[in-house]
């Protein structure tokens, strides 16, 4: 692990981990949460990508780690130690999209999506619960999605993976409640991202509107940790879809068919 700038360190900024901090949704939290004055521990893969980010957020370190390897959390939990040993808020975000249906991508296709964005986010969790609990009141977020609520067709490995995200999540704030640690779940919208570029939407001025930034996710963390809520959309609208789907769910599954609204096999 390396510092950014070690002039700027603990004890004056508590500490926060965001994993997938390389690009998109993951950098715009980081860079949200340095802005309310938190020294970000930045996860994720690309050692010199997170290198270059850490030069422009005061305090915040570097943590090269792959979360899929079997060592991913016991390296997660030595950068916190290494700094203190007490972490403040968790932002669980690295995920992936892997399109395709069922009988396309099969078991294998979805138990490589739930690698990730399921037991990756599970794994973390378990290596840094001792330090948040040790920090109380603290925070996890775990950034689901929009997908978590309403399945696509081509997105059901991710969309279960998100689903499956929520329940956890549900049981998990209530589980922890009582030491402190605070669970929120992000739910974003369509967002334009290296993994998810949006470009069928984004190609349609019909469908343009529908893609959201990544300030208004990493605004949603902020709120979240700010109010400990336990949920919210991003931007917050997409509640409405949400609440739809389960008033009128017919309606919604003919709308989620349409052409532009299935994942292209980039995503
Ligand atoms: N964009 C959207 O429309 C949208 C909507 C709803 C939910 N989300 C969710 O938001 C989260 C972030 O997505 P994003 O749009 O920001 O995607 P992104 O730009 O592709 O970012 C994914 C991040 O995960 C990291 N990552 C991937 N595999 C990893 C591994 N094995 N170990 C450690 N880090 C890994 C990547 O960094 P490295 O390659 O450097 O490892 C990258 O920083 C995901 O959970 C996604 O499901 C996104």
Do not use: C
């Amino acid at each position: 692990m390396t510092t950014a700038d070690p002039s700027v360190v603990l004890p004056e900024r508590p500490l926060a981990l965001v994993t997938g901090a390389s690009s998109g949704l993951g950098k715009a939290i980081a860079q949200r949460l340095t802005a309310d004055g938190y020294g970000v521990i930045l996860v994720a893969r690309r050692a010199e990508v997170l290198q270059e980010i850490a030069k422009e957020l005061p305090g915040a370190h570097v943590a090269a780690v792959d979360l899929l390897a079997p060592d991913g959390p016991a390296k997660l939990a030595a950068a916190v130690d290494a700094l203190g040993g007490k972490l403040k808020v968790l932002v669980n975000n690295a995920g992936i999209g892997g399109r395709g249906t069922f009988a396309d991508i099969g078991v294998e296709g979805y138990k490589r999506v739930f690698a990730l964005n399921f037991d990756a986010q599970l794994r973390a969790t378990e290596a840094l619960l001792p330090a948040l609990r040790a920090a109380s009141p603290s925070s996890v977020l775990i950034v689901s999605s929009v997908s978590g609520k309403i399945a696509r067709p081509k997105a059901g490995a991710y969309s279960a993976s998100k689903f499956a995200l929520n329940g956890w999540a549900d049981a998990l704030r209530a589980e922890e409640a009582a030491h402190g640690v605070h669970v929120g779940t992000i739910l974003p919208g369509f967002i334009a991202t290296e993994g998810f570029p949006q470009a069928e939407l984004l190609a349609k001025r019909a469908t343009r509107w529908l893609v959201g930034e990544p300030s208004q996710v990493a605004d949603a963390a902020a709120y979240l940790i700010r109010t400990r809520r336990p949920e919210r959309h991003a931007p917050a609208p997409w509640r409405i879809a949400t609440v739809a789907v389960a008033l009128a769910p017919r309606l919604v599954a003919r709308l989620i068919s349409r052409p532009e609204m299935v994942p292209s096999a980039t995503e």
